[in-house]
Every structure is written in C-alpha cells, then in structure tokens.
C-alpha cells in the first residue's frame, strides 16, 4: 500500500511539473513513464493541441488560427491564437490608413487596435499629423516637440521636413536672449543666414 501511494504521488509530481513547464518534452516523459497513468489522455490531448497551434504559429495567417480554433479540443492556446487574429486583422487596416492625413482616422485605429504591433507606427503618424496641425495655428514650439516625437526630420514625410526645419529654426532662436555668448549668436546667425530673426 505505501509503495502504491509513492508511485501515485510520483506520478503525480511528474505531471504536475509537465503541467507547469508546458512543454511537448514534459509530457512525453510523463507518456514514457505513465503510457496508462491517470493523466494518459488529457497528456495526449496536451500534445495534440501544442501540435496544432505550432502549425498555425508556423503559418502565421487567421485561417490558420481560425482552424485551430475550430479543430482543437482542449483550446489551451485559444487566447493567443484570438490575439493573433487581431493582430492580423490590424495589419491589414494600417496598410490601407497609414498614408491618411486624418487625425480621427488614426485615432480610431489606435482605439480599435490597442495592443496592434503597428502601435508604435501609428502614434508617431499621429504625433506628425498632430505637428502639422500646431505648425498651421503658428505653435512651433509644441509643433517641434510633436514632430521630435514622431521620430525627428528624417521619420517625417520629405513634404513636411520644410516644416519641421522652420520649428527648429524658432526653437534655438527662443534660446537665444540677453545672457547669451556672443559666439552662441554667430553660431546661430552662421546656421541660419536667411532666418526672419537674423536682425
């Protein structure tokens, strides 16, 4: 009896541990060891699920994901695969938006898509679209600072580089004043020959 109650605690710490660590390894040493133990199918049903999901991963489209979603029994990966679905379809949004000039079309991206990897992307659109915006109501200095979180001049749209030098322009100007070294304003009048603050 206590032999018994051993191989089954023994058994059940292998399992356990499978359970834990989640991988294919884990439960076909538990198989090896238990190939009729108390925990056989629902081991088996782990490997054919992990099976399953790795052919939808490897393929990496929502047909994919969606057949594993509808031919797996156990579901374990029924989360990541609705991420990747989403992910996918995000994708697909942003390549037919992301050359929008609209603030609100953006914004209702990044509202509809919130963990989309194109995230990123789509906030430093925004912040260049926002930048043009503060550019046209004369409000360089927060124009620049939209422009500098878009990624800087080369991130922005070549149009828009013009815009973004004139904001540059305005910002070392505003920190020129009376404290100023006199090499500071050469420097700043050299850099900027033309400039409307050159008087």
């Known amino acids: 009896k206590r032999v018994a109650e051993i191989e089954r605690k023994n058994e059940q710490d292998l399992y356990d541990y499978a359970a834990k660590v989640e991988t294919a390894q884990a ?40 057949n594993y979603l509808s031919t797996s ?14 992910d996918l379809e995000s994708k697909d949004a942003w390549n037919t938006i992301k050359q929008s000039s609209s603030k609100s079309v953006i914004e209702n991206f990044i ?8 995230l990123p992307e789509a906030n430093k659109r ?43 322009e305005y910002v070392e100007y505003k920190k020129l004043n009376s404290y100023t070294k006199e090499s500071d304003l050469l420097a700043f009048l050299k850099n900027y020959p033309s400039s409307k603050y050159y008087d």
């Open 126 to 168: 925004l912040n260049e679209l926002t930048a043009i915006e503060l550019y046209g109501q004369g409000d360089l200095q927060r124009a620049y600072d939209k422009f500098e979180a878009a990624g800087g001049r080369y991130s922005i749209e070549y149009s828009n580089r013009s815009k973004y030098d004139e904001c540059l």
């Open 27 to 66: 439960y076909e040493a538990y198989l090896k060891k238990y190939p009729n133990g108390r925990f056989a199918q629902e081991a088996r049903g782990r490997l054919e699920d992990m099976e399953l999901w790795k052919k939808a991963k490897s393929a990496n489209t929502i047909a994919a994901y969606r």
């Open 73 to 86: 029994k156990n579901k374990s990966f029924a989360q990541l695969a609705n991420d990747a679905i989403t």
């Open 111 to 118: 509202q509809k898509y919130p963990k989309s990897s194109c």
